[in-house]
């Protein structure tokens, strides 16, 4: 598994979510909704002799403003297992990556918030484990 | 040869390299205790009797042609020659292989829960054992 290719091709799935920008890098100031593709915690050796490691992926999904009333509405959709806006949909549309892991899943959400710029963000954390 | 890592056990079946899908094997050499105690003998005795070796693996299944089901599954209820190497390489008197003939007694084509990938996990009896050392 080569981080920079799964982190590459997991920003690609989700930038198939029409209207999601999406970053491989914490931005300075982030354009709402957006999703960062975190670094990747790797556990080696799941399989002999180098075989295969196991990984989990941060996902940062940022909404709006957390004054803002409609980024609940817009959370709803991104949080979705199914649909053209559902995040887990999204990365799990191609497990491998193009081939860069044998397989992956969108293992959970949790809420929370994520300051910019000084600005109070509602956000979500998407976990994704890898095997490859 | 000091104190060596096990995760680098080379793991052949038939003549396909399965060890990238491993994630463990034991191979467990047991010889029947034969109990031989006489009246006059005031604790149990015994003599070594017949060899019972098993193989066990935990395996990440695939499907793929000639790959880890297809190995199995279409081995069950007949032999197979495993060869194990403790560390993938040369075979030498300090990384000796174990080749051996192990009976298909079991194969998990389905093993699978929600948060683990696919895989299995068997214990097979061994009928033939040779040890090499090059």
């Known amino acids: ?132 | 040869m000091a104190i060596f890592m096990g995760n680098k056990v080379a793991v052949i079946v038939g003549t396909t390299t399965i060890t990238t899908f491993v994630s463990s094997v034991s191979l467990s050499r047991e010889v029947d205790a034969v109990e031989i105690t006489a009246m006059t003998d005031s604790l149990n005795n015994f003599i070594g009797g017949i060899e019972r070796p098993t193989v066990t693996l935990e395996v990440f299944n695939d499907f793929a042609a000639s790959s880890v089901n297809s190995l199995f599954e279409d081995a069950l209820g007949s032999k197979l020659a495993i060869k194990l190497i403790p560390v993938s390489g040369t075979v030498t008197a300090t990384n000796p292989s174990y080749s051996m003939s192990v009976l298909v007694s079991q194969w998990q084509p389905i093993n699978g829960s929600i948060d683990s990938p696919a895989s299995a996990s068997i214990s097979l009896p061994v009928t033939a054992l040779t040890k090499a050392t090059s």
């Not at chain 1, 080696?44 to 989990?56: I, K």
């Not at chain 1, 991104?78 to 559902?86: P, V």
Request: one cysteine or more; glycine letters at 10%; charged letters at 15%.
């Open chain 1, 1 to 132: 598994m080569v981080p920079s290719t799964v982190r590459a091709n997991l920003k690609a799935r989700l930038a198939t979510i029409t209207g999601l920008k999406t970053y491989d890098y914490i931005p300075d100031s982030v354009n709402v909704p957006g999703a960062v593709v975190g670094q990747l915690d790797l556990n080696f050796d799941a399989t002999f002799n180098r075989g295969f490691d196991n990984a989990t992926c941060t996902i940062l999904l940022i909404v709006g403003r957390m004054s803002e009333s409609a980024g609940q509405t817009k959370l709803d959709g991104y949080l979705a297992s199914t649909g053209s806006t559902s995040v887990k949909a999204a990365i799990e549309g191609d497990v491998t990556l193009g081939g860069a892991v044998q397989t992956l899943r969108v293992t959970n959400a949790t809420a929370g918030s994520v300051q910019v710029a000084s600005t109070d963000y509602l956000a979500y954390r998407y976990n994704v484990e890898l095997i490859g």
